[in-house]
């Protein structure tokens, strides 16, 4: 479980985030959503303990970040968007590496975790391969293979399919939707489908506030009375929006193609929209103006028409901003003579002929 109490963060005089609060609950996948600037970054880097907070409480299985930071730390596993790999090792060493680190022993028990994990995502075919020639689908794999070690009960993955082709994407969504089973997974990505078809509940945040919580279909349920009306009429586009823009009840007019004497646009249908049926005061008011009507339905909302309602921003253009939150500091490299769990040294890996390895 994770709870994240009050949380603020200010950097300067600005707040990045304000006031967070929410509990993601064991076995269940929430995904995280917000625009550039929204805090998502900063929340993430705050909750894996890149970062400490101006105020409030992160509690990971029950272990305060800040408190208990070995505890909480050993019950979290974290891939960011661009995993910090050392790219003179290979992926073995780098993965015992990584499990030495999180004290998984004796040597046998970290072989068989290494190779359980490197299985699950994909990478144990690359087990002799240096880092820096793989590409960077195969990168993010290693990434998640390392933050899978021990098992963790709560998982932090940024931006988890990035650079995968369709067919890994496929995979590591289903892995995913295996993982949220029996951990805690909060996902972030830009990527709406991504979120609507992997996520059990959403969290969107906006100005670093907590805009929105939920299934996408009580969010949806809740904002614009759960559904936009799809229409295409007959006439001058004025004459079509201004009988549109009328209809007591109907949120903002998009069009949505305008073609000879037709009209396509959507409108949503607001939260405090008068009793009955909007489809037929929009008809009527429709023919009123001259507009008969060719096609008129009404659709549930999408993840991305909750998103542009609480945010007011485009998804598309929601991309990764390096400048618009701090990155979690840069890991530093490993030191020359890394430090044996064991008293007898790790057997080296053979280097083969390095190729490209494409993803």
């Known amino acids: 479980m994770l709870e994240v109490e009050h949380l603020s963060k200010c950097y300067g005089g600005r707040l990045a985030v304000e006031d967070l609060s929410f509990t993601a609950a064991d076995g269940c996948v929430y995904g995280l959503l917000g625009p550039n600037g929204a805090g998502k970054s900063t929340t993430m880097n705050i909750i894996t ?6 105020a409030g409480a992160v509690r990971v299985d029950g272990h305060d970040i800040l408190a208990e930071p070995r505890a909480a730390k050993a019950a979290l596993g ?4 661009q995993p910090p790999l050392y790219n003179d090792m290979t992926v073995g060493e780098y993965l015992s590496f990584a499990a030495a680190l999180k004290g998984i022993r004796p040597r046998a028990a970290r072989a068989a975790e290494v190779r359980r994990q490197a299985q699950r995502t994909g990478v144990w075919e690359l087990e002799h391969r240096l880092l820096r020639n793989l590409s960077k689908g195969y990168r993010q794999r290693v990434g998640l293979a390392a933050a899978l070690l021990g098992e963790p009960p709560v998982l932090i993955l940024d931006e988890p399919t990035v650079g995968l082709d369709p067919a890994q994407v496929i995979e590591v969504r289903e892995l995913v939707r295996e993982l949220g089973k029996s951990h805690t997974v909060i ?3 830009h990527i709406l ?15 670093g506030r907590l805009a929105a919580e939920g299934t996408p279909a009580e969010l949806s349920a809740r904002l614009a009375g759960g559904s936009v009306l799809a229409v295409t009429a007959q006439g001058d586009e004025a ?3 201004a009988a549109a823009q009328s209809v007591p009840g109907l949120g903002a007019v998009t069009v949505t193609a305008a073609q000879d004497d037709e009209v396509s646009f959507t409108a949503a249908v607001l939260p405090d929209a008068p009793a009955g049926d909007p489809r037929a005061a929009l008809s009527a008011a429709l023919a009123a103006a001259g507009c008969p009507v060719l ?3 009404r659709e549930d909302l999408s993840l991305e028409d909750i998103f542009l309602q609480l945010t007011g921003e485009d998804p598309a253009a929601a991309v990764p ?10 890991i530093p490299a490993p030191p020359a003579d890394l430090p044996a769990p064991e008293t007898e040294p790790e057997p080296a890996a053979p280097a083969p002929n390095e190729t490209e390895q494409e993803g």
């Open 295 to 297: 096609s008129l339905t």
């Open 239 to 241: 004459a079509v929006l």
């Open 49 to 54: 303990g890149y970062l400490s907070p101006t």
């Open 193 to 207: 489908s991504e979120v609507q078809a992997v996520c059990d509940r959403v969290l969107i945040l906006s100005h």
């Open 187 to 189: 996902l972030s990505s």
């Open 78 to 81: 974290y891939l960011p968007e």
């Open 321 to 330: 901003d390096a400048a618009a939150e701090p990155d979690a500091p840069e």
